[in-house]
């Protein structure tokens, strides 16, 4: 949205009061500015007051990582009542080299984790998109730092941003996993990170990361089953079952 003003004056005063207009146009690629008009007509009681002979060439905003373009402001034949004028060529008027500065930086956005993940059986996610336009794909890959406690779902392990819908969001969806262990809650780390196959402008971008907390289910208790509880002086023996709701992590004694 930046402008260029470009100024004009003549080098001389116009005979029969003679007014002296001059095409412009743009080339390049007129996608990048705007020009305020297609000609400029000097007025003659304005030959040599440039600040009243004033041309806007303002840049627009394409949201393609593009570089800096270079571009003409390129002046046509003038037309006039004065003959000195209406003969000069447009090679004889002078053009105006610029370039529009892009302001476009590869990247990419994580958003906010949803909601926890429990063991018990439940799903969190969180969204990723393009901060800029791609001039060819952008794949990212997803991926956990610890399998245990969270996994990536298989539909949502790589995500594919094209050209044309590089601007809509896209959902990573994560599942809970249950370890059987009484660990505590735990914390773990989804890793997002740009493909080498992906547009060049994107790869070697840092990664980026969201975290996720998984809620423990498991309690340490001993449960004891009653099977047969009878007994004789005959010899008869009785039965009960005793097991662990959790894996330990050293053996149990129980006595």
């Given at each position: 949205g930046d402008t260029l003003i470009v100024e004009f004056n003549l080098t001389t005063l116009p005979l029969l009061s003679a007014d002296v207009s001059i095409?412009?146009?743009i080339t390049g690629d007129l996608d990048e500015v705007s020009l305020s008009t297609s000609t400029i007509t000097i007025l003659n009681a304005n030959w040599n007051n440039s600040s009243l002979n004033r041309?806007?060439?303002?840049?627009l905003d394409d949201s393609v990582i593009d570089g800096d373009i270079p571009l003409k402001l390129v002046t046509g034949d003038p037309k006039s009542a004065d003959i000195e004028y209406?003969?000069?060529?447009?090679?004889?008027v002078a053009d105006v080299d610029f370039s529009n500065l892009d302001n476009d930086n590869p990247g990419f956005i994580v958003?906010?984790?949803s909601n926890n993940l429990e063991e018990a059986?439940?799903?969190a996610n969180f969204f990723v998109v393009l901060s800029a336009k791609p001039?060819?794909?952008?794949?990212?890959?997803?991926?956990t730092n610890d399998s245990t406690e969270s996994e990536v779902d298989g539909s949502?392990?790589?995500l594919t941003f094209n050209p044309a819908e590089w601007n809509i969001p896209q959902n990573v969806y994560l599942n809970s996993v249950n370890d059987d262990i009484v660990d505590g809650d735990k914390t773990s780390t989804i890793l997002v990170s740009v493909d080498g196959t992906s547009d060049p402008n994107f790869v070697g971008l840092d990664n980026q990361s969201v975290n996720v907390v998984t809620i423990d289910d498991d309690e340490s208790n001993i449960i004891i089953t009653e099977i047969d509880l009878l007994t004789s002086e005959d010899g008869d023996q009785g039965f009960f079952e005793v097991r662990l709701t959790?894996?330990?992590d050293s053996p149990v004694t129980v006595s």
């Open positions: 095409p412009l146009s041309v806007i060439i303002t840049g209406e003969n000069l060529l447009a090679s004889e958003g906010p984790i059986g439940n799903q001039n060819s794909p952008v794949v990212l890959n997803i991926s949502y392990q790589i959790s894996r330990p």
